[in-house]
């Protein structure tokens, strides 16, 4: 089974950083593209960020400048570094990751999620 577990999230001053963690565990093949997603109280879930296998990174205007999202293929990886943080960023920040698994001619893709991790920040 695949698993990705977030981490690194919590209370933060306004002002101050974050970085999350999201790491993919199981039998895999390969990761595809990951992200990060968020969802403020009252507010639908949004993209923040993504990253392809090779490097290509895709930002949601609102966080370009702040956020840095990152990946270690080798450690199966990915990182969301927050800088700059107000109380617009309070949010569940949730990673996902397309997989692909199986072996020979035998393989396939699907979406994973992880059950993320609670990002506040206070005045």
């Known amino acids: 089974q695949v698993q990705l577990v977030e981490s690194g999230g919590g209370l933060v001053q306004a002002g101050g950083s974050l970085r999350l963690s999201c790491a993919a565990s199981g039998s895999m093949f390969s990761i595809n593209a990951m992200g990060w997603y968020r969802q403020a109280p009252g507010k639908q879930r949004e993209l923040v960020a993504t990253i392809s296998s090779g490097g290509i990174i895709n930002y949601v205007e609102s966080v370009k400048g702040r956020f840095t999202i990152s990946r270690d293929n080798a450690k199966n990886t990915m990182y969301l570094q927050m800088n700059s943080l107000n109380t617009k960023h309070t949010a569940v920040y949730c990673c996902?990751?397309?997989?692909?698994?199986?072996?020979?001619?035998?393989?396939?893709?699907?979406?994973?999620w992880g059950q993320g991790t609670q990002v506040t920040v206070s005045t």
């Open positions: 996902s990751a397309e997989i692909e698994r199986g072996t020979g001619s035998l393989r396939w893709r699907s979406n994973y």
